[in-house]
């Protein structure tokens, strides 16, 4: 149990700098994009293993110009397919079909306007969800790519 304790403070710990090192990526010089840190306040995690990397919200001061994202990380590829099986069970009035992102996932689409992707790269399983369909793609696209340099 301590163990699982210390991995846990040490992702949280990096988080700032991996938010740096990914808002840069993704947005470039483009200052409009801030992040802003979550709480994850889920009642537990989908699988025994996921430990947070880090969750929250790029946005420039308005909600539909805004994108979230949760990276985590699991022991083993069984639990990051249970992850992501988890997340892409469509809920009421989703669109949920097969997208070649990072290593496989899916991407929903809400008839609100709302898009998720999720996916899996190597043992990580990430979740990145606006209105915008660019930026989405763009989001996944790049956090992909940053964590093959991780």
């Known amino acids: 149990m301590v163990t699982l304790t210390a991995r846990q403070t040490d992702n949280v710990s990096l988080e700032p700098q991996r938010t740096r090192e990914l808002t840069a ?58 992850w992501l099986a988890v997340h892409g069970k469509a809920a009421k009035d989703w669109a949920v079909k097969r997208h070649p992102v990072g290593d496989g996932g899916w991407r929903g689409e809400h008839p609100t306007g709302q898009i998720e992707i999720a996916f899996r790269r190597r043992l990580y399983v990430v979740t990145v969800s606006a209105k915008d369909n660019d930026l989405v793609e763009r989001c996944a696209r790049q956090i992909a790519l940053y964590l093959d340099a991780i």
């Open 25 to 82: 990526r993704v947005f470039g010089s483009d200052a409009r994009w801030q992040w802003i840190g979550a709480i994850d306040n889920r009642p537990g995690p989908i699988v025994e293993s996921e430990k947070r990397i880090l969750v929250g919200s790029w946005w420039t001061g308005t909600a539909d110009s805004s994108v979230f994202v949760s990276i985590y990380v699991v022991d083993t590829l069984k639990d990051a397919e249970r």
